[in-house]
């Protein structure tokens, strides 16, 4: 039996809705990451837009930590790159951020394995790729070897 949209719950149908492009976005920001210090600029970036979006500290949080871990991958892993941010339209029924994170570095082989709690290249903790999954109500992830990758993570109010 095919499900109906409606059997997925509005969590489910938005997170649907986002991955065929369904949802109207328009681009807010963008900050190019290189450095340590363009991780904080574009923490403190998200952060003033989820205020201003009225977001509560909970769901600012739980987006902040991952826009960190994102861009530090970014840095890390592929020397740099770019975060993109989307809304949607003020005064939408949906107040919707979507951050997008872009790069061309070396791409990752298994993407599985990346996101595997505790898998790291670098002998790090190889948390950055599982928490952001787990903390962001949508997470998409494509990656091109010897291309680069691209992470994209949504969140939205709960009605
Ligand atoms: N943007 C990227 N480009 C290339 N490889 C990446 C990228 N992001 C993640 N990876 C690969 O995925 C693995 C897992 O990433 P994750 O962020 O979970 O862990 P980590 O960066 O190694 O450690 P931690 O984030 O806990 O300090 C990395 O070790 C790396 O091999
Ligand atoms: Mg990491």
Known sequence: MIPVAEDFGR??????DLRLGRICLSRRLAVPVS?????ILARQRVKRLMVEMDFCTLARTRVITAVSELTRNIVVHAGSGEMTVFQSAPGSRLPLILCEFTDQGPGIADIFLALRAGYSTSDSMGLGLS????????FHIESTLGKGTRV?????KTS
Do not use: M
């Not at 928490?131 to 949508?138: D, F, M, T, V």
């Open 152 to 156: 994209i993570i949504a969140e939205w």
């Open 35 to 39: 450095t340590f210090e363009d991780i």
């Open 11 to 16: 969590d489910g149908r938005i997170r649907e």
């Open 131 to 138: 928490g952001s999954r787990k903390l962001c109500k949508y």
